[in-house]
């Protein structure tokens, strides 16, 4: 468990500092936004793909990315509003941090076994 806490920590720094270009901060907001990622999938995700159960059944399941990536958005505007900072980064930054946040996670883990 705490290794695929310190996977996703890992994977938001590389975001962080590559994707978005944030410098300064970089472990406290990864590991704050860490948490909320896990408070986010376990509380409001399941609802929310129940909620959208019929879309996804007519996009084949491609929804489920999008809400994803919407979710991954709200756990940095949570962010930024529990560490009081902005961080300038637009809709398709965010959306970029979370493919390539998917695909780090995906080979560290990998890796880990």
């Known amino acids: 468990m705490l290794t695929r ?3 996703h920590v ?3 720094l590389i975001v962080f500092y590559v994707v978005w270009h944030v410098h300064t901060g970089l472990l ?3 590991v704050v936004m860490a948490i909320i990622l ?3 999938n376990t509380i409001i995700r399941p609802v929310l793909i129940m909620l959208t159960l019929p879309v996804t ?3 084949l399941g491609l929804f489920v990315l999008v809400l ?3 979710l ?3 756990a940095f505007a949570v962010l930024q509003g529990i560490m009081n900072v902005h961080f300038d980064v637009g809709l398709g930054q965010i959306v ?3 493919v390539i946040y998917v695909v780090i996670s995906m080979v560290l883990t990998r890796l880990v076994r």
């Open 5 to 7: 806490f310190l996977i």
């Open 10 to 12: 890992v994977a938001l």
């Open 28 to 30: 406290g907001a990864a």
């Open 38 to 40: 896990a408070l986010v």
């Open 57 to 59: 059944i007519l996009t």
């Open 68 to 70: 994803n990536a919407l």
């Open 72 to 74: 991954f958005a709200l």
């Open 96 to 98: 970029l941090g979370y």
